[in-house]
């Protein structure tokens, strides 16, 4: 099992543009370098806040095994720029996964995302039907459904003021008490490692603030041609199973797969689950 250290020293970086503002990317990258993958379009994982993309640490490997994957940090998150001065709204995150996919030549994806990326996915998927073939949500972002009051708090101005610990106490009881049993230590490491420098503790509270339920309110669901599995932890209260069963009414071409004993943090809860179903829907 790889530690969120490794998973940071194996990532790449490229710059795109959004808004006007050059911004560094930080992304995870890995898969067959020959072979049928090059026929197959690439798997992107889309992770939410306060997360980045060691949330995938468990799901990648095994789908590497015969695709090529691409696991970003959204901008303001992880590696990616944490700096002041742009905007970190899903809005301005589809415009990064647009100027990412163009940078590393992919015309045609599957999207597999997770809170708030969920929420950058139904936009992108929505504004480029014809690049989307799948899209696998997990207890996503949509309508109204967020932001929950655990984010809403991380952006109150007080929070920038936060002595280091007791920001590190509100993360670490958000990621262990969002978790389906005893959290693993590492991924609860892994999760507050970014946020614990005084640019990573400020991007969190831009990231916070930077949460509007208007950008999935004006989506038209409708427009959203891929073909969709909705793999949701029954038992979240941030994103209830009763927005999947709304999306699934809502999109054309829609499967629900309800995962038991799974909280807000379903990839890291039942990891081995969700990855059979991911390479199943891959098939």
Known sequence: MVDHETWGDGQATTTVTVDGHD??????????????????????????????????????????????TIAPDLVGYGNSAMHDGFDRS??????MLEGLLEDLDVDRVVLVAHDIGGGVALRFAAHNPDAVEQLLLSNAVCYDSWPVEFVSELGL??????????????LESAFVDGAYGEADPEFVAGMKAPWLTDEGHLSLVRDAV????????EIDYGAIEAETLLLWGEDDVMQPYDYAERLAEELDDAALAPLSDAYHWVPEDRPDAYTDHLIDFLK
Do not use: K, M
């Open 23 to 68: 911004l560094e990317v930080a992304y995870h990258e890995d898969g067959p370098e020959t072979g049928d993958a090059d026929d197959e379009p690439p798997v992107v994982f889309l992770h939410g806040i306060p997360t980045w993309s060691f949330l995938w640490r468990d799901i990648v490997p095994a789908v590497a095994e015969e695709r090529r």
């Open 90 to 95: 899903i809005r301005a995150q589809e415009v």
């Open 157 to 170: 101005p007080s929070t920038a003021d936060l002595e280091r610990e007791e920001l590190e106490a509100r």
């Open 210 to 217: 930077a949460t509007n339920t208007n950008h999935t309110a």
